[in-house]
Structures are given as structure tokens and as C-alpha cells.
T-cell receptor
Framework: GENVEQHPSTLSVQEGDSAVIKCTYSDSASNYFPWYKQELGKRPQLIIDIRSNVGEKKDQRIAVTLNKTAKHFSLHITETQPEDSAVYFC???????????FGDGTTLTVKP | DTAVSQTPKYLVTQMGNDKSIKCEQNLGHDTMYWYKQDSKKFLKIMFSYNNKELIINETVPNRFSPKSPDKAHLNLHINSLELGDSAVYFCAGRLGYGYTFGSGTRLTVV
């Protein structure tokens, strides 16, 4: 089955700095890679995703990159703000798997 | 309208009791899931149903029994609750490829 590793487990940055979270996956059949943000006491929410036919995708201050050859993908947050503080999960899924496999999460703290 | 709603939000119960968590989705999609989030925040899939049919069971103890009366509902019944069952349980529906999660049920077994 799919195995997703996520690093780092915790990340602390100063407001305005950039943050990068990296994930690797094992199943070459995986073709969909979403990222979820979970604020304290709330549900995980999909913030951005990328499919295997695309190398990079941006949405305002967040971007995701995918390297299919190396089987890794990353989340980049620029100009971080205190409200970006949350747990971020990467995930990977194949079209026929019927489920997403999640990384273990990264706790991001943005210090004002 | 909330796309995925689950009740109750909090559940405190004694060991050995039986409890249920209800989930309803109005996404119009056939697939629903139960995920467990432990104290370390890890998200682990428990079950997946597609149009009332079980398609994924991730080696969950048989004390946990999902029930899907129709494709908009997926309830979770837990028998003989144990201390280790304490966690947050999320129901999710699938819209496109991504998930929409319910607000979660924090289960505390004492």
C-alpha cells in the first residue's frame, strides 16, 4: 500500500518568512496530492491540491510542487502570517485506491 | 448548508459502554469515510463506504461497526468501549478527488 512521509513534524517561523513542508510517497500509481490545513480544534480543510500531470500550482501565498521521478511534493507558504499557524497534512492517492493516505502532519507556528 | 455534518461533537462515556456517532453528507457523492485522529494528530482511515457498500476496512477491531442506511449517511457504532478508543473521529465525504470533513466527534472514554 501507499506510504507517505512528511517532514518536518514541527516548524516555527517568524511572521513574513517562508515555510516549506516536504512529503514523499511510495506508490508510483499515486496521481493526486492534496494538502489540508487543520486549525486547533477544527476539521482538516483542503487548501490546495496537485495532480500528477502538473509540476507546480499556485494560489496566492501558497504553492505546491511535485517531482514524480523522485516521488516527492512540497507545500510552500510565502509571507507567513500568524493565522497560517496550524497543522498541515499532505496526502497521496491513486485513482483506483478509493482513499487518500495521509502524512503524519506538520505543526506550523508563525511568531508575530 | 453544511456539506458533512456529524453528531455529537463531544462524547464522554465509561469503559464498556456502547455508543454511536452519526454522519450525514449532502455533497451528492457516493463515497463516505471514517477517520480516527489520535492524540498525536495522526489521521488514520478506518472505513470507506460507496453507495451503502463497504469498500475499505483498515483492520479496525470488530467492536467498530459502520452502518450506511443510504448513500447520504454513514454512522459509526462502537461496542464495549476501551480507554484506547479515546480520539477524535472524523466523517468525510468525497467531492471530486479531495475530502470534505465533518466537524469531528471528540470521544473520551473514562
Amino acid at each position: 500500500g501507499e506510504n507517505v512521509e512528511q517532514h518536518p513534524s514541527t516548524l516555527s517561523v517568524q511572521e513574513g518568512d517562508s515555510a516549506v513542508i516536504k512529503c514523499t510517497y511510495s506508490d508510483s500509481a499515486s496521481n493526486y496530492f492534496p494538502w489540508y490545513k487543520q486549525e486547533l480544534g477544527k476539521r482538516p480543510q483542503l487548501i490546495i491540491d496537485i495532480r500528477s500531470n502538473v509540476g507546480e500550482k499556485k494560489d496566492q501565498r501558497i504553492a505546491v510542487t511535485l517531482n514524480k521521478t523522485a516521488k516527492h511534493f512540497s507545500l510552500h507558504i510565502t509571507e507567513t502570517q500568524p493565522e497560517d499557524s496550524a497543522v498541515y497534512f499532505c496526502a497521496a492517492s491513486a485513482a483506483n485506491a478509493g482513499k487518500s493516505t495521509f502524512g503524519d502532519g506538520t505543526t506550523l507556528t508563525v511568531k508575530p | 448548508d453544511t456539506a458533512v455534518s456529524q453528531t455529537p461533537k463531544y462524547l464522554v462515556t465509561q469503559m464498556g459502554n456502547d455508543k454511536s456517532i452519526k454522519c450525514e453528507q449532502n455533497l451528492g457523492h457516493d463515497t463516505m469515510y471514517w477517520y480516527k485522529q489520535d492524540s498525536k494528530k495522526f489521521l488514520k482511515i478506518m472505513f470507506s463506504y460507496n453507495n451503502k457498500e463497504l469498500i475499505i476496512n483498515e483492520t479496525v477491531p470488530n467492536r467498530f461497526s459502520p452502518k450506511s442506511p443510504d448513500k447520504a449517511h454513514l454512522n459509526l457504532h462502537i461496542n464495549s468501549l476501551e480507554l484506547g478508543d479515546s480520539a477524535v473521529y472524523f466523517c468525510a465525504g468525497r467531492l471530486g478527488y479531495g475530502y470534505t470533513f465533518g466537524s469531528g466527534t471528540r470521544l473520551t472514554v473514562v
